[in-house]
């Protein structure tokens, strides 16, 4: 059971190696499989986490490989989603480009406060994880950037708002931050409340 943590993120990388595949080598055929494939690899991404806690090995080394899976995985669906809807994505580039702005700001001010990179997984992060499954569900399997797409951008910026605050507030790194406000009861010497289901 401690090896299945381990076994799920493979899968999920794999996943991504697989996804980036079709998208440029296979094309327009493949979006009924890179589909399939997206949902697989956030199945794996909910049940690593979980189980890792329910057996206890959810470590900072798990967790950080957990993170930057996650960071390849959605990488790869997203130039798969390039690939397959170019205009699309060129139509809306300054406001793709302001998230990828705001993750790299994420990753910068980690490695400047505490020469690690962000590995809060908070809540906030999970749900804009939601948003784009259902964005990327439009833009691959309908070729169309509708409500969800537009949903998925403002996720994207309060996510990210809320993980650069985090780093800020903590006194030091920590993995598995739900919240800024959890965040600032860290830094007041408050113990947080572990939920095997979230963090």
Known sequence: MKAIPYLLILLRFLSAIAILYLGYFVGETSRTLILILMYFGL????????IARKVGVSSEKLRRLDSQTDLIFWLAIGFATYWLNSEIIKDHWKSISLIFGMEALCYIISFWKFRKETCTHAWLSKLWGLSLLIAFTFLIGFSTANWAFYLCLILGLISHIDVILIILI??????????????????NGKALKKSVLLN
């Open 43 to 50: 199945l794996t991404d909910i049940f690593d986490g979980i």
């Open 170 to 187: 903590l006194p030091k790194w920590q993995f598995d931050v739900p919240s800024s406000y959890h965040a600032w009861k860290i830094r």
